[in-house]
């Protein structure tokens, strides 16, 4: 098999793109949007056990997912109204939720309006 200079510089190309966007995307370059991606990526978790949102109350950075894992063995929601729903939560089923601003958010289960949470984002 026959590779061209053609070819070659294709390949090269290829490479140095790659390498700069490594580059730029890595948290060492000092970016400040980097720091950014990096929080936004965050996730954190509240477990719906039996009848209750644990932990009960969760402090995270804007731009976090919180996932919503059910591990009762009956159907739940995590609602914030007029805001996020995850809708129902089928046992052993998870649900993510990303917040994008800051606040404190008090939620509940709409099956189950005992159940009371609260997202503090920072």
């Known amino acids: 098999m026959t590779t061209t200079r053609a070819n070659w510089r294709r390949r090269w190309a290829a490479i ?4 700069a966007a490594l580059a ?9 949007s980097a720091g950014e991606a990096a929080q936004a ?4 978790n509240v477990e719906i056990v039996s009848f209750a949102f644990k932990p009960a109350s969760l402090t995270i950075g804007k731009g976090s ?19 996020f ?8 089923k998870s649900v993510s939720i990303r917040f994008k601003q800051k606040g404190t958010f008090v939620y509940h289960c709409t099956i189950h309006p005992a159940m009371r949470g609260k997202i503090v984002v920072n």
Do not use: E, Q
């Not at 140095?16 to 390498?19: D, E, G, L, S």
């Not at 730029?24 to 400040?32: F, I, T």
């Not at 729903?85 to 052993?92: F, K």
């Open 65 to 83: 997912k919180v996932s919503f894992a059910n591990t009762s063995t009956i159907a739940h929601t995590a609602t914030r109204s007029n805001g």
């Open 24 to 32: 730029l995307a890595s948290p060492l370059a000092g970016d400040a």
């Open 16 to 19: 140095a793109v790659a390498a």
């Open 85 to 92: 729903d995850t809708g129902i939560v089928a046992p052993g």
């Open 41 to 44: 990526s965050k996730t954190a």
